[in-house]
């Protein structure tokens, strides 16, 4: 918990601010890995998606902290806007659990990006490996803006529930230029309709966003949470943990094209009929 005035040191020197002060030094350097998931409103087994993911990491022997802040989460805890530390909740071995509805638009700065926000979470949690990050996908947009990322998109064996994740990846296309996703799918392993989803969702971002959906992974929501992961959700993980998440730059969306002006010649300016549009 934060202590707001500095320890005293007959020496003269100033003790840290906080105790997680001592975390951050003995685990500076250590990589970190985010790992951002599209919340879907329409998966009834979100919960049990996160679940299975923290419980994976963590038989891994990795710190694994779930920052839940979707539209459904739990509200946060009154003392998030001083210390977020001190919010966090251990809820199974190297598990914790921040609730975090709302946060991240209190990070936006003047360029429209929450990634302090990020930030502030591994600062307070500096022993953490690997963040799990659920968010409506305004939110992810926010706090990915300057991260490669690839996130993961969240469905279920229903029409609605594929719409959404569609529009999730639409959206992150159009803002963050994040054009590989993966999908984990909610779905008893006999559904009919579990097999065509994939194929279907990324056949939609290949033809209609120019995206790709690299990997998806079937969770049953019935299954065991604590079970070894299969093929698909292990080549998932492996690879969403190898992935460089090194600042994307200054990405900006393209321009759209002017539309042509009627009776005008193709390639003129709208501003300067005389002048070709690329000189």
Known sequence: MRDFYPS???????????????????????????LPLAANA???????LLDRLAAVLAAQGREV????????APPPHELAGVDLGAC???????VSYLPARGLPPAYVDTRGSAGAFIDAVQAAAPQ????LLHAEANDLARLLK??????????????????????????????????????????????PRAASIPASLGGCAENFLG???????????????????????????SEQLALD???????????????PVPGRPAGRTALNPNRPAHS
């Open 146 to 191: 300057h991260r490669a990322a690839r996130p993961i998109l969240l469905g279920a064996d229903h029409p609605e529930s594929v719409k959404h994740a569609y529009a999730s990846a639409k959206l992150l296309v159009n803002r963050c230029g994040l054009m590989t996703y993966d999908l984990l799918l909610a779905a008893a392993p006999q559904s």
């Open 65 to 72: 902290l779930v920052v839940d802040a979707a539209n459904t």
């Open 42 to 48: 329409h998966v009834a087994f979100s919960g049990v």
């Open 88 to 94: 966090i909740e251990t809820i199974a071995p190297r």
């Open 211 to 237: 995206a790709l959906l690299r990997h998806s992974a079937l969770v049953d929501p019935a299954g065991e949470i604590d079970g070894p992961p299969d093929a698909a959700l292990a080549r998932l993980l």
């Open 245 to 259: 998440d090194s600042a994307l730059g200054a990405w900006q969306p393209s321009a759209p094209m002017p539309l």
């Open 128 to 131: 953490v490996e690997v963040l």
């Open 8 to 34: 005293f040191d007959p020496s003269g020197h100033s003790g840290p601010l906080d105790q997680a002060d001592g975390l951050r030094r003995l685990f500076a350097g250590r990589r970190r890995h985010v």
